[in-house]
Structure formats: C-alpha cells, structure tokens
C-alpha cells in the first residue's frame, strides 16, 4: 500500500486523486481512516480522514515516526509518536482531537477495551484507568493485559494473576506462567473468549502445561506439555462458543520430522472429557485462532480424506473429499480429483464440475 493514492467511494460517487504515500488497512470505529503523507517539505504528517468523503477530520500535530495501532476504538485513540531523538509521545485523545488529562505521573498505554486502558507510572509500572482519565488501578503491576469480557490478567513477581474491571483480584498473582509462550496469530497475551482463557503454565522443574481458566479463576482444564516421551500436547484453537476445544498431539518421530493429530475436547461447567482421541489430520481454516462451526457442521480429514463431523463430533459427511469448506447458505464447497461439487448437508451431490 506504499505510493501515492486515492480511492473511489462507490456508494457517493465520490472519487479522491492520489495524494496520500499511505493509508492504513485498520479502519477505526467512527468512520475514520488514518492516513499518512509527504509534504513538499519532504516532512511526513498523519491525520485522519472520513472515510465517506475523504476529507481530513483530524490532524495529528506531532511530525514523527506514528507507530501502528493508533486506530479509534471507543471513542478514543492511543496515539504513540517516536521523535527524532528517540523520545515518545503519548496521549489518549478523543474524536474531536481533544487529549485526555491524566493525574500527573499517569500515562496512557493502550487503547480502550471494553470501557478501560492500560496506564504506567513511566517506569514500567502499570495499573488500569477510564477513558476519561479516572484512575481505577495505580500502576501496581509489572503489566496489565487489555481488558476481555470482564476480566484483565496481570503480572506481578514473574506470575500472572487476574481482576475484574473494578481493579478486585479475582486471582492473585500465583501462576507460574511461562513467559515465552505465544498465543495464537503470534505475540505474548492472555485473554477471555467465549468464557475462558488459554495459558501455558511451568512449575519449579521447567515442566511446561496447559491450562484452560473460566472468569472466576478457576482452572477448568489442566494437562502436561509431554503427556509421553517425543509427545506433546497443546491446544490448537481458542474456545468454542459451543465449549469445545481442539486440541493436538504433536510427535517428535525422533527429531527426523514431527506430525500432529487433532482431537476435540468439551468444557462443560467445572469439568472437561476428552471428545475423541487425536484421531484427525487436518482441520481446515485452523490456522491459530478461532473456529466456527458453521450450520451444525464442520470440515475435517481423517487419513487424507475430508468430510464433516457434528458438534458431539460425529461423522455426519463421512469422508470421501480430497478436499472441504465450510457450509453456507446450506450448501458446502468439496473437492475430488481436482473436480469441485456443491453438497448439501445431507452430503448429496447438488452441482458438479465436469
């Protein structure tokens, strides 16, 4: 997306000549597009536009290197500058480009989720605060995680802990989590989806595990990272809304070249079961995040071949497809012999490519 541009906003007729090095993919929450471009001066500015005609809504004064993630969320922006001389700028600001006042030594540090913000002392202290610049939580913690449905992790003596956004601890800081772990789409964060939370824990012998925690704090799923010799065990999405979570055994097969089975496992209150054993090779559309099932069904593989399990993880398709997608509209997309069908969800053929 680097170079000069413009856009045509079909719905108005509206149509922009190129002029902007860069607009950001992510648009903000009220209709904001942030842009960026070179004056003749050779000097780079940044503001933000509307997205329905294009025209600058807000300038951002600071003329430094924007870092990414200053979209609106709330009402509110997390605007983060790094100066000429290395320095930062940093400042809440709201949709007519008012900066919001924090208590002096009070500095926002995210952006807004779910009515609350990250704050810091400046020396890698933090606590949680209102966008209004109410103070909830001093800056206590090592770090505060962005708010999820309710809840906010923190860290605090190399342990994770969690509170409720009134800033009361539901769990003290005791987790002994393992720092290096990366949630799914890549980075260090713990958060709540439909109803629990992932983390992956280690204890005083480096033994890593897996734990699935609800909104009280309570650990509803715990198991151990090696559950065999040249095995180890991990989840491979986040929580369903129906409860199950696919999980997968991943085998060493001496260091030569490692594989991986997939099984489902269901959550149900304060307990769990083992849905199936790993008995899956592939789950399309798996790639580190959430999965949906879609109209009741969903596409797996099982010994190369595709068809479609239910949610209690019965074969309703049985497999056949060398290749399947999600229903929609009562209709699925499958593939044999480089051939593609429509089925319906009784698995008849409907329409076949000849």
């Known amino acids: 997306m680097i170079g000069p541009m413009g856009w045509l906003y079909k719905n108005s007729g509206f149509f922009q000549e190129p002029k902007y090095a860069y607009l950001w993919d992510n648009l903000t929450d009220c209709g904001l597009i942030l842009a960026e471009w070179r004056e003749e001066s050779g000097e780079y500015r940044d503001a933000y536009l509307r997205r329905d005609t294009g025209e600058i809504a807000l300038m951002l004064e600071e003329q430094g290197e924007l870092y990414p993630g200053a979209e609106f969320s709330e009402g509110y922006a997390f605007v983060r500058f790094e100066m000429d001389d290395y320095s930062f ?15 002096s030594g009070i500095f926002p540090n995210g952006s807004v989720n779910e009515g609350v913000l990250r704050i810091s002392d400046g020396n890698e202290k933090f606590g ?3 966008p209004d610049g109410t103070v909830i939580v001093l800056p206590q913690y090592e770090y505060v995680e962005d708010a999820s449905e309710g809840r906010a992790f923190f860290y605090q003596d190399e342990k994770l802990g969690m509170m409720d956004l009134k800033g009361n601890v539901i769990l003290p800081a ?69 409860g199950l979570v696919w999980y997968r055994i991943v085998s060493d097969n001496d260091g030569k070249e490692s594989s991986a089975l997939y099984g489902l496992l269901r959550l149900a209150g304060n307990g769990w079961a083992f849905l199936t054993e790993p008995i899956f090779d592939d789950i399309p559309n798996s790639d580190y995040g959430e999965i949906v099932i879609h109209e009741g069904l969903m596409p797996v593989s099982q010994n190369k071949q595709y068809g479609y399990i239910n949610e209690q993880a019965v074969w309703v398709i049985p497999p056949k497809w060398d290749h399947a997608w999600d229903f929609e509209d009562g209709l699925a997309l499958v593939e044999k012999e480089g051939l593609l069908a429509y089925i319906d969800h009784a698995g008849t053929v409907i329409w076949q490519e000849k």
């Not at 700028?89 to 208590?103: C, I, R, S, T």
């Not at 704090?217 to 065999?228: A, C, Q």
Request: charged share 25%; net charge negative.
């Open 89 to 103: 700028v940093e400042y809440l600001m709201d949709q007519n480009g008012n900066k919001v006042a924090f208590p």
């Open 128 to 130: 949680l605060a209102q």
């Open 174 to 242: 005791s987790l002994d989590y393992d720092p290096g772990w990366d949630y799914f789409g890549g980075g260090e964060q713990h958060f709540f989806h439909n109803g629990y939370a992932l983390a992956k824990l280690h204890d005083e012998n480096n033994v890593r595990s897996w734990v699935i925690l609800d909104r009280e704090g309570e650990t509803v799923f715990l198991y151990p990272n090696e559950p065999k010799e040249n095995e180890w065990f991990a989840p491979c999405a986040y929580v369903m809304e129906s």
